[in-house]
C-alpha cells in the first residue's frame, strides 16, 4: 500500500513585534523634527557674536586752522 503524505516542516505565526520594533519610525521621526525645529530656531537669550558698529561722526568736533574758512553768502 501508498504510505500517507509526510511532514516536512510545521508552519507557526511569527511572534508579535514588540511596542518598539513596531512604532520606532513614528518615534525616531518626532524626535528628528524636534531636534531640527530647536537647531532652527533662534535663541531668544542668544547674544551676538560680533556686536555692531557704532557709525563714527563725519563732521569734525573743532574747525582746524588748515581748513579753508566758508565763504559769506549774499
Known sequence: MAKGPAVIG???????????????????????LIVG??????????????PKPTPASTAPAAPTGNSPSPSPSH
Open 37 to 50: 525645529f530647536h537647531l532652527a530656531s533662534p535663541g531668544s537669550d542668544a547674544k551676538p557674536h560680533h
Open 10 to 32: 510545521v508552519l507557526t505565526e511569527p511572534p508579535r513585534p514588540t511596542w518598539w520594533k513596531a512604532n520606532r519610525h513614528i518615534v525616531l521621526l518626532i524626535l528628528g
